[in-house]
């Protein structure tokens, strides 16, 4: 079937679903005729009483879709979004004016910038979309941060190609229908009584049969974008454009996870302007590769069944099939498209202000790094308690003459033994005798014994003990933050910690502890009282 006979019958489709509610409305009118005058005349009132108030109930959840459908086209005011008007973004409307007098097409009413990975257009709904109305478009923060302005020229004209239709003005339509059948099965999803379920099922049956006729479309829909992209903005750009999506998404979760929720733990926050922004210092810090490397072994999402964008990579390769056109020079320009917003740190922060919520936004701000140091410590103290903890339990039971499988007992925090307490406990021979069976561990790991159970829980002591150190170089005030843009946020040790640490950590774990490497590093450590950050212990 060709593209215009599949979005013909999506069309018709889509009509059907609005009219399904007028049909079922209809029914449902001439059902409660049929009991009041007919079934039910003068005898068993109450029932035909209860079956109307069904009939009602099903018919407000009838309307209540269609209403919601009537509404998806529509264009609310963005919440969570920060408007960037034409005299507070000149340079970036300029680019955005001059992608749309290249298509041949009216530029957007309003330009928003959002925090995502993205850009995408809408247009004010009329007469489910027959009639042209006010644009909307969308642009990611962090979407320019990773992109280069001609990369950002080919963003610009495949979203401005979604404006222009190029294939047939009803593709819009489903797409737009898509949208709208969406939002009405997600009405009656909200709501569980039996009623809503009822009609439900049958709006997402059809939903679904809708879905799969307008996918076909919706995916020419991209391809032709995509061309009509890669002839106005160049072929090499959208390529490049496209390969850069997944790589972005990627170092921005990243970044998300590894940076901006840094002081999660701590109930903190990076300074304002740099949740969001702190992303660009990551960028600017990493070249390519390493930004490239953050997506590397990461699989591609599974496509969803109604997905109307291809993958990736078919559409990669689909623009890099078109013939050369000659413009591969224009990608020597490496400037980074979020040049082009001007008072980045007040657009950052604005975005902060609109996004977070109001809870999330009243926390306290750090540094990053007063950031990195204090979560240092958290991690630490989180590495290291295990260990003391079990450390203590297993001095008491040696102090009391007991074994390994007495009851453990409370421990107070107050109390947990310091780096040089464990040392000794480890040369005492409590490590593999007593310890090792304190250490919390899976209920099925706890079966091992012999050599598979030490080479188990190895590595949670080597963890311990790591925790232990690093307070100790905190305190003693050699450790210092390092935010590590370039790779991943953390301490500075001394030369001499980051040369044999390790090694001195395996020889106090093994089969046969041997503390002295560890205890040769820490004479050079000076005093643990020495100045330095306050520490919770315990």
Same mark, same amino acid.
């Given at each position: 079937?060709?593209?215009r006979l599949r979005v013909l019958r999506a069309f018709v489709l889509l009509a059907g679903f609005f009219l399904m509610g007028f049909v079922l409305l209809a029914a449902m009118g001439v059902l409660d005729w049929l009991l009041v005058t007919r079934v039910f005349v003068d005898r068993a009132a109450w029932a035909a009483a209860t079956l109307v108030t069904g009939t009602l109930v099903v018919a407000l959840a009838i309307l209540q879709g269609m209403f919601a459908f009537l509404r /998806?086209?529509?264009?609310?005011?963005?919440? +969570?979004? $920060?408007?960037?008007?034409?005299?507070?973004?000149?340079?970036?409307?300029?680019?955005? =004016?001059?992608?749309?007098?290249?298509?041949?097409?009216? #530029?957007?009413?309003?330009?928003?910038?959002? /925090?995502?990975? &993205?850009?995408?257009? /809408?247009?004010?709904?009329?007469?489910?979309?027959?009639? #042209?109305?006010?644009?909307?478009?969308?642009?990611?923060?962090? %979407?320019?941060?990773?992109?280069?302005?001609?990369? %950002?020229?080919?963003?610009?004209?495949?979203?401005?190609?979604?404006?222009?239709?190029?294939?047939?003005?009803?593709?819009?339509?489903?797409?737009?229908?898509?949208?709208? !059948?969406?939002?009405?099965?997600?009405?009656?999803?909200? &709501?569980?009584?039996?009623?809503? =379920?009822? !009609?439900?099922?049958?709006?997402?049956?059809?939903?679904?049969?809708?879905?799969?006729? @307008?996918?076909?479309?919706?995916?020419?829909?991209?391809?032709?974008?995509?061309?009509?992209?890669?002839?106005?903005?160049?072929?090499?750009?959208?390529?490049?454009?496209?390969?850069?999506?997944?790589?972005?998404?990627?170092?921005?979760? +990243?970044?998300?996870?590894?940076?901006?929720?840094?002081?999660? #733990?701590?109930?903190?926050?990076?300074?304002?302007?740099?949740?969001?922004?702190?992303?660009?210092?990551? $960028?600017?810090?990493?070249?390519?590769?390493?930004?490239?490397?953050?997506? @590397?072994?990461?699989? *591609?999402?599974?496509?969803?069944?109604?997905?109307?964008?291809?993958?990736?990579?078919?559409?990669?390769?689909? $623009?890099?099939?078109?013939?050369?056109?000659?413009?591969?020079?224009?990608?020597?320009?490496?400037?980074?498209?979020?040049?082009?917003?001007?008072?980045?740190?007040?657009?950052?922060?604005?975005?902060?202000?609109?996004?977070?919520?109001?809870?999330?936004?009243?926390?306290?701000?750090?540094?990053?790094?007063?950031?990195?140091?204090?979560?240092?410590?958290?991690?630490?103290?989180?590495?290291?308690?295990?260990?003391?903890?079990?450390?203590?339990?297993?001095?008491?039971?040696?102090?009391?003459?007991?074994?390994?499988?007495?009851?453990?007992?409370?421990?107070?925090?107050?109390? %947990?033994?310091?780096?040089?307490?464990?040392?000794?406990?480890?040369?005492?021979?409590?490590?593999?005798?007593?310890?090792?069976?304190?250490? *919390?561990?899976?209920?099925?790991?706890?079966?091992?014994?012999?050599?598979?159970?030490? &080479?188990?829980?190895?590595?949670? !002591?080597?963890?311990?003990?790591?925790?232990?150190?690093?307070? =100790?170089?905190?305190?003693?005030?050699?450790?210092?933050?390092? $935010?590590?843009?370039?790779?991943?946020?953390?301490?500075?040790? *001394?030369?001499?910690?980051?040369?044999?640490?390790?090694?001195?950590?395996? /020889?106090?774990?093994?089969?046969?502890?041997?503390?002295?490497?560890?205890?040769?590093?820490?004479?050079?450590?000076?005093?643990?009282?020495?100045?330095?950050?306050?520490?919770?212990?315990?």
């Amino acid at each position: 079937m060709g593209l215009r006979l599949r979005v013909l019958r999506a069309f018709v489709l889509l009509a059907g679903f609005f009219l399904m509610g007028f049909v079922l409305l209809a029914a449902m009118g001439v059902l409660d005729w049929l009991l009041v005058t007919r079934v039910f005349v003068d005898r068993a009132a109450w029932a035909a009483a209860t079956l109307v108030t069904g009939t009602l109930v099903v018919a407000l959840a009838i309307l209540q879709g269609m209403f919601a459908f009537l509404r /998806a086209g529509r264009l609310e005011t963005e919440p +969570h979004a $920060v408007a960037a008007g034409a005299d507070d973004q000149p340079e970036l409307w300029d680019l955005v =004016r001059a992608a749309a007098e290249a298509m041949g097409e009216r #530029p957007p009413d309003e330009l928003y910038l959002t /925090a995502d990975v &993205n850009a995408a257009v /809408a247009e004010q709904s009329r007469l489910l979309g027959l009639l #042209p109305g006010r644009r909307r478009m969308y642009l990611g923060l962090p %979407l320019l941060t990773g992109l280069t302005v001609p990369q %950002l020229r080919g963003v610009l004209a495949h979203e401005f190609g979604h404006y222009a239709h190029l294939d047939t003005r009803l593709g819009g339509i489903i797409m737009r229908g898509r949208a709208a !059948v969406l939002h009405t099965v997600d009405v009656f999803g909200r &709501n569980d009584t039996y009623f809503h =379920r009822a !009609v439900g099922l049958l709006y997402v049956t059809y939903a679904h049969l809708f879905l799969r006729s @307008s996918q076909a479309a919706g995916r020419e829909q991209e391809r032709a974008a995509d061309r009509t992209a890669a002839r106005h903005a160049g072929r090499d750009a959208t390529a490049a454009a496209l390969r850069a999506l997944p790589v972005l998404d990627a170092a921005h979760d +990243h970044y998300l996870t590894a940076y901006a929720a840094m002081g999660e #733990p701590l109930g903190a926050l990076p300074r304002r302007g740099e949740v969001y922004g702190g992303f660009r210092r990551m $960028v600017d810090a990493r070249s390519p590769d390493g930004i490239a490397e953050l997506s @590397s072994g990461r699989r *591609p999402p599974r496509p969803h069944r109604y997905d109307s964008h291809p993958p990736i990579a078919e559409r990669v390769a689909a $623009v890099e099939a078109l013939p050369d056109d000659g413009r591969a020079a224009e990608l020597d320009d490496t400037r980074s498209a979020l040049t082009l917003v001007r008072r980045g740190e007040e657009v950052f922060t604005a975005l902060e202000a609109c996004t977070l919520p109001v809870e999330a936004a009243q926390l306290p701000r750090l540094g990053w790094d007063d950031l990195v140091m204090a979560r240092a410590v958290i991690d630490a103290e989180e590495w290291a308690r295990p260990l003391r903890v079990a450390v203590a339990r297993a001095v008491r039971a040696e102090e009391a003459g007991t074994e390994g499988g007495a009851p453990a007992g409370p421990v107070d925090s107050d109390a %947990l033994p310091g780096l040089e307490e464990v040392l000794d406990a480890f040369d005492r021979g409590l490590l593999w005798r007593e310890i090792a069976e304190r250490m *919390p561990k899976h209920h099925q790991a706890a079966r091992l014994t012999g050599a598979s159970a030490r &080479n188990f829980i190895r590595p949670r !002591v080597f963890d311990g003990l790591a925790g232990l150190v690093h307070l =100790r170089l905190v305190q003693a005030g050699q450790a210092a933050p390092d $935010v590590a843009w370039s790779g991943r946020p953390g301490l500075a040790l *001394p030369e001499e910690w980051e040369k044999g640490m390790d090694d001195a950590l395996d /020889a106090a774990v093994a089969d046969t502890p041997d503390s002295a490497p560890l205890r040769a590093l820490l004479a050079g450590t000076g005093s643990a009282s020495a100045a330095g950050p306050a520490l919770r212990t315990g």
